[in-house]
């Protein structure tokens, strides 16, 4: 079946110094204590369904995949927060065991939506990496209003084989990250029907996007990622209710504008894999009637310690209460460099600039010039002063911890417990607050209705620890082969045997 999936990045500080987690620890094992079914490589499958494994610097966890269907982005992002909740709780055991303090630094979250054409029907036109350049075109301005921060820098489209992914910051609001999952998988499903991905049908379409903006090269891997410095100003700093931004058919538009036409357009494509929650509260970030974390003075401060600061069940403070931001702040200084977001945009300004200035062209005269000027001469030249080019950092160290907003009266307006619809009566506003866990307005969402996917099933399943029946034997679950593969061994004789999910799914009943 078609499917979804999402990973998250986590840079890793022990003691409030930032660590390689395969260099200290070697294996993900060495900080949880209970064995868990093992995958590829050095990856481990926990008991929530997902995985956990070290990449290049950082701990990721990463979602089963998840089958499209209504729901379904939701049940993706709250199976993603399961992952990140019980690594979490893991490293806090460890810690007390220890006697050392471990902190995770969001870093990214990838969304990755299965490609199903195979490639004996794709051509020149239409293929999984012309899909990949027309969605870095079409996905940054809504994704970076829903998504990102006043810190991120870029939205980038990957092309996968089997699968687009879609690269951006990690959203520390479940809530915000559900209406991202929403809008990203909408779109890309819908774009995925289209006859041909070549970039002249912006044109011809109602899909605005900023005039003369050309994705680059991804940082990593294949594809393209549209970085601030590609704008003229950047847009994560800019604000996102003014019209400045010119679009391909010459209207000024707001960024704020543009999103919202943009998911409008693909509507009925986000409606069929949502719920009525994450639709309402995409749609209210998009008109204005819910903030987007653009509208913030700086990068919450959640960023910082994910699984303490935000977590499933939980709304993050800089939406929820801003009184209690101050307490946070104070307890920022005592443990936290701080850069003002003030100097984070003139780095950015510096960055734009080097960027600028590596990528022009050398006209020939002033190559002629300088070779010129280079010969030596009887007389010494003045001595010239040496202009200091900004340092570009490593990748992954260059986020710096946030700066939270002033303090603002607390007559915030929550629209995920407000009914938007028409003619809801305060009864049944009534009636619907009581029915929420704890009475309160701000819930990431509301899943004491939302399901498991048969694929969720299929992975709880494999990591319960029960025996599968085929016949007259029992097999036990030793391993995982990639997503839609497990290894099983029968109990008589120690053979193994690999079954798919989809088998799997169809043998639910047989577990012991």
């Given at each position: 079946?078609?499917?979804i999936?999402?990973?998250?990045?986590?840079?890793?500080l022990?003691?409030?110094?930032?660590?390689?987690?395969?260099?200290f620890?070697?294996?993900?094992?060495?900080?949880i204590?209970?064995?868990?079914?093992?995958?590829e490589?050095?990856?481990?499958?926990?008991?929530?369904?997902g995985a956990?494994?070290?990449?290049?610097?950082?701990?990721?966890?990463?979602?089963?995949?998840?089958?499209l269907?209504?729901h379904?982005?939701a049940?993706?992002?709250?199976?993603?927060?399961?992952?990140?909740?019980?690594?979490?709780?893991?490293?806090?055991?460890?810690?007390?065991?220890?006697?050392?303090?471990?902190?995770?630094?969001a870093?990214?979250?990838?969304?990755?939506?299965?490609?199903?054409?195979?490639?004996?029907?794709?051509?020149?036109?239409?293929?999984?990496?012309?899909?990949?350049?027309?969605?870095?075109?079409?996905?940054?301005?809504?994704?970076?209003?829903?998504?990102s921060?006043?810190?991120?820098?870029?939205?980038?489209v990957?092309?996968?084989?089997?699968?687009?992914?879609?690269?951006v910051?990690?959203?520390?609001?479940?809530?915000?990250?559900?209406?991202?999952?929403?809008?990203?998988v909408?779109?890309?499903?819908?774009?995925m029907?289209?006859?041909?991905?070549?970039?002249?049908?912006?044109?011809q379409?109602?899909?605005?996007?900023?005039d003369?903006?050309v994705?680059?090269?991804?940082?990593?891997?294949?594809g393209?990622?549209t970085?601030?410095f590609?704008?003229?100003q950047s847009?994560?700093?800019?604000?996102?209710?003014?019209?400045?931004?010119?679009?391909?058919?010459?209207?000024?538009?707001?960024?704020?504008?543009?999103a919202?036409?943009?998911?409008?357009y693909?509507?009925?494509?986000?409606?069929?894999?949502?719920d009525?929650?994450?639709?309402?509260l995409?749609?209210?970030?998009?008109?204005?009637?819910?903030?987007?974390?653009?509208?913030?003075?700086?990068?919450?401060?959640?960023?910082?310690?994910?699984?303490?600061?935000?977590?499933?069940?939980?709304?993050?403070?800089?939406?929820k209460n801003?009184?209690?931001?101050?307490?946070?702040?104070?307890?920022a200084?005592?443990?936290?460099?701080?850069?003002?977001i003030?100097a984070?945009?003139?780095?950015?300004?510096?960055?734009?600039?080097?960027?600028?200035?590596?990528?022009?062209?050398?006209?020939?005269?002033?190559?002629?010039?300088a070779?010129?000027?280079a010969?030596?001469?009887?007389?010494a030249?003045?001595p010239?002063?040496r202009?200091?080019?900004?340092?570009v950092?490593?990748r992954?160290?260059k986020?710096?911890p946030?700066?939270?907003?002033?303090?603002?009266?607390?007559?915030y307006l929550d629209?995920?417990?407000?009914?938007?619809?028409?003619?809801?009566?305060?009864?049944?506003?009534?009636?619907?607050?009581?029915?929420?866990?704890?009475?309160?307005?701000?819930?990431?969402?509301?899943?004491?209705?939302?399901?498991?996917?048969?694929?969720?099933?299929?992975?709880l399943?494999l990591?319960?620890?029960?025996k599968?029946?085929?016949?007259?034997?029992?097999?036990?679950?030793?391993?995982?082969?990639?997503?839609?593969?497990?290894?099983?061994r029968?109990e008589?004789?120690?053979a193994?045997r690999?079954?798919t999910i989809?088998?799997?799914?169809r043998?639910?009943?047989?577990?012991?």
């Open positions: 079946m078609p499917v999936g999402m990973e998250s990045e986590f840079n890793v022990l003691d409030e110094k930032e660590i390689d987690p395969r260099v620890w070697g294996h993900p094992s060495a900080f204590d209970r064995p868990l079914l093992p995958r490589k050095s990856s481990l499958q926990l008991p929530t369904g956990v494994y070290f990449d290049r610097g950082v701990i990721e966890v990463v979602t089963p995949v998840i089958e269907a209504p379904s982005t049940r993706t992002v709250r199976n993603l927060w399961e992952q990140i909740g019980f690594v979490r709780g893991q490293l806090t055991q460890w810690e007390k065991a220890n006697d050392h303090t471990v902190r995770l630094k870093y990214s979250t990838h969304y990755n939506i299965s490609y199903e054409i195979p490639k004996r029907e794709q051509n020149a036109k239409r293929n999984e990496k012309a899909l990949a350049l027309l969605l870095a075109y079409i996905l940054p301005v809504p994704v970076m209003l829903v998504a921060n006043r810190r991120s820098t870029g939205v980038g990957r092309p996968r084989g089997s699968r687009i992914e879609v690269t910051d990690f959203t520390p609001d479940p809530g915000m990250m559900i209406a991202a999952a929403t809008l990203i909408g779109i890309v499903r819908e774009v029907t289209w006859p041909s991905y070549e970039l002249s049908v912006l044109d379409l109602p899909i605005p996007v900023v003369g903006v994705p680059g090269k991804h940082t990593t891997r294949k393209w990622l970085k601030d590609h704008y003229a847009p994560y700093t800019s604000d996102i209710n003014a019209p400045i931004w010119k679009t391909q058919f010459g209207e000024m538009m707001s960024l704020r504008t543009m919202a036409r943009v998911a409008w693909f509507r009925r494509s986000i409606r069929k894999y949502s009525p929650f994450s639709m309402r995409l749609f209210a970030i998009l008109s204005g009637r819910a903030p987007s974390l653009l509208e913030l003075s700086d990068r919450p401060a959640a960023y910082e310690d994910v699984g303490h600061l935000c977590r499933w069940g939980s709304v993050i403070h800089e939406l801003r009184e209690i931001e101050l307490d946070i702040t104070r307890a200084n005592e443990i936290w460099d701080h850069q003002s003030d984070y945009i003139v780095d950015r300004g510096n960055a734009r600039a080097m960027h600028l200035t590596e990528s022009a062209p050398i006209p020939a005269k002033l190559r002629k010039n070779v010129v000027a010969q030596p001469e009887r007389a030249p003045a010239r002063q202009i200091a080019r900004p340092r950092p490593a992954r160290r986020d710096t946030a700066k939270l907003m002033p303090q603002r009266p607390s007559d629209r995920r417990g407000t009914s938007l619809l028409r003619g809801t009566t305060p009864d049944r506003e009534r009636r619907r607050t009581n029915e929420r866990r704890n009475g309160s307005y701000n819930i990431p969402f509301p899943d004491r209705r939302l399901t498991r996917s048969a694929y969720e099933q299929v992975f399943q990591v319960s620890g029960r599968l029946r085929m016949g007259s034997e029992l097999y036990c679950p030793i391993g995982m082969k990639g997503w839609y593969h497990a290894i099983f029968r008589s004789d120690g193994e690999l079954l989809d088998q799997l799914l043998k639910m009943n047989d577990w012991q």
